[in-house]
């Protein structure tokens, strides 16, 4: 192989990995992109009653208001209240925390246990309060 032959195809093995690196990750994107909801679709579900809505923060952070209709589970409490969570194809579970991080992380375990139907909302109370949107005071 002359030197030429040699960069050409070094330069084209370095071409076609970039290449399926890009397309790795928009197919890593378009799987998280099918996890969750947005925070409007969230609402407009709770609101009409298409989805079971978790939230999934501690008590503390329940106690600075809620969305109304919210079903309240802690994260942590989430093992041993699994039967309080629909696995209905037919009923989707929307789970929301302040900022996303435990809801993602309990669709998560939820997947591995089973739970087909299940999405996290993008922003958290943290944006929905931010919207001004409407909190209760939980029960």
Not at 45 to 60: H, M, N, S, Y
Not at 62 to 80: D, W
Request: positive net charge; hydrophobic residues 40%.
């Amino acid at each position: 192989m002359t030197t030429y032959t040699k960069f050409s195809f070094t330069r084209r093995v370095a071409l076609l990995a970039l290449g399926l690196s890009v397309v790795t990750v928009g197919c890593s994107q378009e799987l998280a992109a099918a996890d969750s909801v947005t925070l409007e679709f969230a609402r407009n579900a709770l609101t009409t009653g298409q989805a079971t809505f978790i939230d999934v923060r501690e008590p503390q952070e329940h106690a600075t208001g809620v969305a109304a209709g919210a079903q309240l589970l802690p994260m942590r409490q989430l093992e041993s209240r699994l039967g309080e969570i629909p696995n209905d194809l037919k009923q989707p579970v929307l789970l929301i925390c302040n900022t996303q991080n435990r809801s993602s992380a309990t669709l998560r375990f939820l997947r591995d246990k089973g739970y087909a139907n299940v999405r996290f909302v993008q922003g958290g109370m943290s944006e929905w309060s931010q919207r001004g949107w409407p909190l209760v005071k939980p029960l």
